[in-house]
């Protein structure tokens, strides 16, 4: 079945230590890829796409990903993470399902990032 | 530009009970988009509604269901409740039909919380 795969479910990082957030994907096809982000209380929101173009697309507040499309990846990426980056992360696919026809949007169960000051 | 509104924000039903929930999208966008939200499970895509129509429905049994208004407003609704069925229930709404691979990015509301007792 298609799937989108965030191994890691929670993340601790200090200030100013980098970030990687893993996500693969089981498509085969052309895809569109996302990465949202949802702060406390807040509702989920764009960081970056990527669905076509260079493979290494930056989003907003310093955020970075590369789509390796031999590897099914869209790692999220951060040189360096601020307290205010603490919040859930979804990696979503917008992909084509042969069975039924459409392309789907799905998404990853989502990695919780707590920064601490 | 107002963003995408749902209501109500919280809900507590009885098992076996029957709910409602509204979506009001973006001006102008006519796709909106339903997914369940459970920790640890991430985002459950349930249907996609265009132009009135279901276009695109995910894994859920037939309790739901949902259908979509000349004025692209949207309503979901679940009978029979469970406890299982509780969750955020969030709403995403975009100007083309996710489902013919467009890639722009979903606008969500802040979701409804819906607790099954």
């Known amino acids: 079945a298609q799937s989108v795969s965030q191994h890691n479910h929670h993340v601790i990082l200090s200030e100013a230590a980098s970030l990687e957030l893993g996500c693969n994907y089981s498509?085969?096809?052309?895809?569109?890829l996302f990465w949202y982000v949802q702060y406390p209380g807040q509702h989920l929101q764009l960081l970056l796409k990527?669905?076509?173009?260079?493979?290494l697309v930056k989003g907003i507040k310093g955020f970075e990903a590369e789509f390796i499309k031999s590897k099914f990846s869209f790692n999220l990426r951060k040189p360096s993470v601020q307290w205010s980056d603490t919040a859930e992360y979804f990696c979503?696919?917008?992909?084509?399902?042969?069975?039924?026809?459409?392309?789907?949007?799905?998404f990853g169960t989502g990695t919780r990032l707590k920064v601490l000051a | 530009k107002a963003g995408v509104t749902q209501t109500p924000r919280y809900l507590i039903k009885t098992r076996g009970q029957q709910v409602t929930l509204s979506c009001s999208p973006i001006s102008g966008h006519r796709s909106v988009s339903w997914y369940q939200q459970t920790p640890g499970q991430g985002l459950q895509f349930l249907f996609e509604y265009f132009s009135e129509t279901q276009r695109n429905k995910g894994n859920f049994p037939g309790r739901f269901s949902g259908r979509q208004f000349s004025n692209s407003r949207s309503e979901m609704n679940v009978s029979t409740l469970e406890l299982g069925d509780s969750a955020l229930y969030l709403c995403?709404?975009?100007?083309?039909?996710f489902g013919g691979g467009a890639h722009t990015e979903a606008f969500f509301g802040q979701g409804t919380r819906l607790t099954v007792v």
């Open positions: 990527y669905f076509s173009g260079d493979p």
């Open positions: 498509y085969g096809g052309t895809v569109n």
């Open positions: 979503a696919v917008n992909a084509f399902g042969f069975t039924s026809g459409t392309y789907k949007y799905i």
């Open positions: 995403a709404s975009g100007p083309y039909y």
